[in-house]
């Protein structure tokens, strides 16, 4: 399944960690702590290329990065060329016992690695 690495900045993240929290089918919880493992290392490559954008237009302090005006459209737009690029996980979606319980909000944040019947 091709996902954009938006996911990495929506709250994805936090929403999947309570999903992993519930209690789930053997076979269910194995697949999610396998995209669990792989969004991970996804995760690290995403991170550093994100910390190399706030190197390239940033100034250092203190250990933070801050994008000066002057910087900020372009680094506006090479942020947004990489939370739009796509890539490939290994899962298909997901079907959830009927009383998992989980947010709206974590619904809607899920919503492409679940597959949800009404």
Do not use: C, H, W
Not at 25 to 31: N, R
Not at 56 to 81: H, I, R, T
């Amino acid at each position: 399944m091709k996902l954009q690495n938006t996911i990495f900045v929506n709250g994805f993240a936090d929403a999947f960690s309570r999903l992993l929290d519930e209690r789930l089918p053997i076979g269910i919880a194995f697949v999610l702590r396998r995209f669990a493992k792989e969004y991970d290392d996804k995760f690290k490559v995403f991170a550093q290329t994100r910390l190399d954008l706030f190197k390239k237009y940033g100034n250092e302090k203190d250990g933070e990065y801050k994008v000066p005006k002057k910087n900020l459209d372009k680094f506006n737009e090479e942020f947004e060329q990489l939370l739009e690029i796509e890539q490939e996980f290994d899962i298909k979606k997901v079907s959830l016992p009927k009383d998992t319980q989980m947010s709206a909000k974590d619904v809607a944040v899920l919503e492409n690695i679940l597959d949800i019947k009404e």
